[in-house]
């Protein structure tokens, strides 16, 4: 049994926010020695006030880690572990010695590992994370409106962190103050947020990660539900048809992946080349140009070039791009690129997926033009490449870059369908492996950028003795394809 410290709550002194004159009046009056002796005072106490509040809100995510590990939610319970170390930014010793233990002893630290994931229990997994969540929001509130009204600049930091994570569009009351659960925010910064904030369908919204890195984007449209949200500067009906597909597919990739994101996934639509060609030139992307859509697993945001695509096709490639994304909500895991890909393709891939009046289907074969490549010698990737390759210097070959992501598909297929009970047996434990033990998860660092050598080697170990005879009947079920 694991070792759990508890740890007593903090109860932070409930101060009033002051009105807008008020404040600035206040904020211009000297200090009287009794004010300046009090902020002094909590000047001091701000360091360990916050550490005791991160402590406590990382154990919470700890103790649902431990809760997920004794009910075989092996994806859940490795995001809470890592959750609990980061959420606590690091000063929780009882998280980093459970995350060592996990990463330490792979199978061994997980009580049972499932292969049917039960609704119920993905249910029971998101009201326990909802409470984590509030719980946190609202201690975060009270230490937020403690550091704001004794005047440390702290405070404001702390605010603009409440307001960021609200993923809602901006209310205020009848004062103008800002409304965020457990309170609101003081009137002076709630006027400064709204001067930032961007409009989103006629409302107001603060600039997430991704929407700051596009700042001469005033105002944008958004069709959502509470899964997935799908934001344009560009024809609404396209993103209503991408959202419908995106929301067709969701329960399938919970049925097949056994979680959920705790966060709602957002696409974005680019509707010019150059307006995508900007961001990615701003951003550092450049890599990204041979693309037409990618994934960011730090803003929970797919970017497309929905620009010269039909609509048949923005749609695979959304799909193909929320598989990525709740890849990555579910995992900190970094799985090699023909893995990821080919994932990914399972569900994107042209032919894939198919609709049937208001009906979607799935795990479908790729297209027959896809196929036909990799029925052609000249066209296929020696295996050694395939595993070891990275998609984006494929994608920026042309055609080369299809063939890497048909034949992952046709690899992944393969290894899952076609080559025999041991070898689905053996992905099936890497895959858990992989992800239990949150192999190349890098701290402060997107689930993307992680090192991928640590799930490559356990590929080698677990299969390398099997590889030739297994690209032998590869290359024979490729011909049949």
């Keep these: 049994m694991l070792a759990i410290l508890l740890f007593s709550a903090v109860t932070w002194g409930p101060c009033g926010s002051l009105e807008f004159l008020a404040a600035v009046q206040e904020e211009s009056k000297p200090l009287t020695k009794r004010e300046r002796a009090r902020r002094e005072k909590a000047r001091a106490q701000f360091p360990g006030r916050k550490r005791q509040m991160l402590i406590e809100a990382g154990h919470r995510h700890l103790e649902l880690g431990v809760w997920c590990r004794d009910k075989g939610l092996i994806s859940q319970a490795t995001m809470e572990i890592l959750l609990a170390v980061e959420v606590a930014e690091h000063q929780h010793p009882g998280a980093q010695k459970v995350l060592n233990i996990m990463r330490g002893y792979g199978e061994a630290f997980w009580k049972k590992r499932r292969t049917s994931f039960p609704k119920h229990l ?50 205020f009351d009848s004062r103008e103050r800002l ?25 107001w919204w603060l600039r997430d990660e991704f929407l700051r890195s596009l700042p001469e984007v005033e105002a944008l449209h958004e069709v959502e539900n509470d899964r997935v949200r ?65 994934a960011l697993s730090a803003s929970r945001t797919a970017c497309l070039n929905a620009t010269g695509l039909s609509d048949e096709d923005l749609r695979a490639l959304a799909l193909h791009e929320l598989t ?8 900190r895991t970094r799985m ?14 042209q032919g894939c997926h198919h609709r049937e009046g208001e ?113 032998g009947e590869f290359q024979a079920y490729m011909n049949s394809l």
């Design 336 to 349: 090699p690129d023909w893995y990821s890909e080919g994932f990914a393709e399972t569900y994107g891939g």
């Design 359 to 471: 009906t979607w289907h799935f795990h479908g074969s790729m297209a027959e033009h896809r196929l036909a490549r990799l029925r052609r010698p000249e066209h296929r990737i020696p295996l050694s490449e395939l595993l070891a390759g990275d998609a984006l210097t494929f994608r920026a070959q042309g055609e080369r870059g299809l063939d890497f992501y048909a034949q992952s598909w046709a690899w992944l297929r393969f290894l899952r369908t076609a080559a025999g009970e041991e070898t689905r047996e053996k992905l099936a434990y890497w895959e858990a492996v992989c992800r239990g033990k949150a192999l190349g998860a890098v701290f402060d660092k997107p689930t993307e950028q992680g090192d991928v050598q640590p799930a490559l080697a356990l590929f080698q170990e677990l299969f390398g003795a099997d590889l030739d005879r297994l690209e």
């Design 122 to 171: 993905l249910d029971q997994y998101e009201k326990r994370s909802a409470k984590v969540v509030q719980k946190n929001i609202e201690e975060r509130y009270a230490f937020a409106e403690w550091a704001y009204d004794l005047g440390l600049e702290e405070g404001e930091q702390e605010f603009r962190t409440l307001v960021q994570r609200l993923d809602a569009p901006l209310e």
């Design 179 to 203: 409304v965020i659960p457990g309170g609101s925010v003081p009137l002076e910064l709630s006027q400064t947020l709204r001067d930032e904030a961007v409009r989103i369908n006629d409302r």
């Design 324 to 331: 990525h994304l709740f890849v990555y909500g579910i995992t």
């Design 230 to 294: 799908v934001r344009t500067l560009g024809s609404l009906e396209a993103a209503q048809g991408v959202l419908e597909a995106c929301t067709a597919l969701l329960p399938v990739l919970a049925q097949d992946t056994g979680g959920r994101p705790k966060e709602r996934l957002n696409l974005f639509l680019f509707a010019s080349d150059e307006g995508y060609e900007r961001y990615l030139t701003s951003q550092g992307l450049e890599a990204f140009r041979s693309a037409k859509g990618f």
